[in-house]
């Protein structure tokens, strides 16, 4: 089989194709033939080597994946040759808290993951794609919208007529605005462009602050809510940009760190989220169970993934570097 692997520390360079034995599925395994994976800012960290947590190499790169299921090891009932699966991100998380062994199984990282053509998985982790989605669609799903599912429903127990606060537009905060607007929420969000601006308030955003314009967007946030803040912030940035967001969140109010575009370390203000009471909770994605419970809710509103560019397989080099500049809206996927 056909697979891209990290080979070395030179950053989207070090990516090369390789000629791989299609693997064989073991006992309570199912073999996926994938068809489209999508990519992540932690993908694009994996490649690049920030925070070297790309593994031992060479690695197969890339959490979020859909495909058909092809063939069934011993013991697998359920699933059936051609019936189309999305792959969770942490393939052993199927419910309950998170652990320090779901983490360590999560793709693409410590091991390997999908942007291959054949991967073999644990039965019992798989979902069944919504009839309405293409397969290109259903591989965004697993990394940024159970994220924002998590950090909004989970976490956030969001209700209708809150506001929350989306930072940019990659596929975390697009997903953020999708589903806060399906629950009756109302949306802020910040961008550096004025394209990018008209596109959020399209898609339901009540009011949009250019930072490139004026970076305060913390004090406009304010502004928004009459000085009392936002209910509710999806943190994507880091070190960088969550002091904005603690100034800019409401007392008693919830911030989901889900990011770190900005770094991995930096001074917090700790005593804005001591004085306001403020609840601060770091969303590692999700289990099964939500992302479940998510596709029902999608399903019912027919709720679609906005996909930025659709790369060709021997493409995927490109699709980091599209990464890599920012320019992209939604999620970049790559067809297999």
């Given at each position: 089989?056909?697979?891209?692997?990290?080979?070395?520390?030179?950053g989207?360079?070090?990516?090369?194709m390789a000629?791989l034995?299609?693997?064989?599925?073991?006992?309570?395994?199912?073999?996926?033939?994938?068809?489209?994976?999508?990519?992540?800012?932690?993908?694009?960290m994996?490649?690049?080597?920030i925070r070297?947590?790309?593994?031992?190499?060479?690695?197969?790169?890339?959490?979020?994946?859909?495909?058909?299921v092809e063939?069934v090891?011993?013991?697998?009932?359920g699933?059936?040759?051609?019936?189309?699966?999305?792959i969770?991100?942490?393939?052993?998380?199927?419910?309950?808290?998170?652990?320090?062994?779901?983490?360590?199984?999560?793709?693409?990282?410590?091991?390997?993951?999908?942007?291959?053509?054949y991967?073999?998985?644990?039965?019992?982790s798989?979902?069944?794609?919504?009839?309405y989605?293409?397969?290109e669609e259903?591989?965004?799903l697993?990394?940024a919208?159970?994220?924002?599912w998590?950090?909004?429903?989970?976490?956030?127990?969001?209700?209708?007529?809150?506001?929350?606060?989306?930072?940019?537009?990659?596929g975390?905060?697009?997903?953020?605005?999708?589903?806060?607007?399906?629950?009756?929420?109302?949306?802020l969000a910040?961008?550096?462009?004025?394209?990018?601006?008209a596109?959020l308030?399209?898609?339901?955003?009540e009011?949009?602050?250019v930072?490139?314009?004026d970076p305060?967007?913390?004090?406009w946030?304010?502004?928004?809510?009459?000085?009392?803040?936002v209910?509710?912030?999806?943190e994507?940035?880091?070190p960088?940009?969550?002091?904005?967001?603690?100034?800019a969140?409401?007392?008693?109010g919830?911030?989901a760190?889900?990011g770190?575009l900005?770094g991995?370390?930096?001074?917090?203000q700790?005593?804005?989220?001591?004085?306001?009471?403020?609840?601060?909770d770091?969303?590692?994605v999700?289990?099964?169970?939500?992302?479940a419970?998510?596709?029902?809710?999608?399903?019912?509103a027919?709720?679609?993934?906005v996909?930025?560019?659709?790369?060709?397989?021997?493409?995927?080099?490109?699709?980091?570097?599209?990464?890599?500049?920012?320019?992209?809206?939604?999620?970049i996927v790559?067809?297999?």
């Open positions: 089989m056909k697979a891209w692997q990290i080979t070395g520390t030179e989207i360079a070090s990516l090369k000629d034995p299609v693997p064989e599925p073991k006992t309570g395994e199912v073999r996926v033939r994938l068809r489209a994976c999508s990519l992540n800012f932690r993908d694009y994996n490649v690049t080597g070297g947590i790309t593994g031992p190499l060479p690695r197969i790169p890339c959490s979020d994946g859909a495909g058909e063939a090891g011993p013991g697998v009932t699933w059936q040759p051609g019936q189309r699966v999305v969770p991100f942490m393939p052993t998380w199927l419910q309950g808290g998170l652990t320090q062994a779901h983490a360590a199984g999560a793709l693409g990282g410590a091991v390997d993951g999908l942007l291959r053509e991967a073999c998985l644990p039965a019992e798989l979902l069944a794609v919504p009839d989605l293409s397969l259903a591989a965004t697993p990394c919208a159970v994220t924002a998590d950090a909004l429903h989970v976490r956030g127990q969001l209700q209708a007529g809150e506001t929350v606060l989306i930072l940019g537009t990659g975390v905060s697009i997903f953020a605005l999708q589903l806060a607007k399906l629950a009756g929420a109302r949306v910040t961008t550096r462009s004025e394209e990018k601006a596109r308030r399209d898609m339901g955003a009011a949009v602050h930072s490139q314009n305060a967007w913390d004090e946030a304010l502004a928004q809510t009459g000085g009392l803040g209910d509710k912030v999806v994507i940035g880091g960088d940009t969550l002091n904005r967001s603690i100034r969140t409401r007392f008693g919830h911030i760190l889900i770190v900005t991995t370390a930096g001074e917090v700790t005593v804005g989220i001591l004085r306001k009471g403020i609840r601060l770091g969303i590692y999700g289990s099964r169970a939500m992302f419970e998510m596709l029902q809710a999608m399903q019912a027919r709720l679609r993934p996909i930025d560019r659709v790369y060709a397989f021997e493409e995927a080099p490109e699709a980091f570097c599209h990464l890599e500049s920012g320019r992209h809206f939604g999620k790559i067809r297999v």
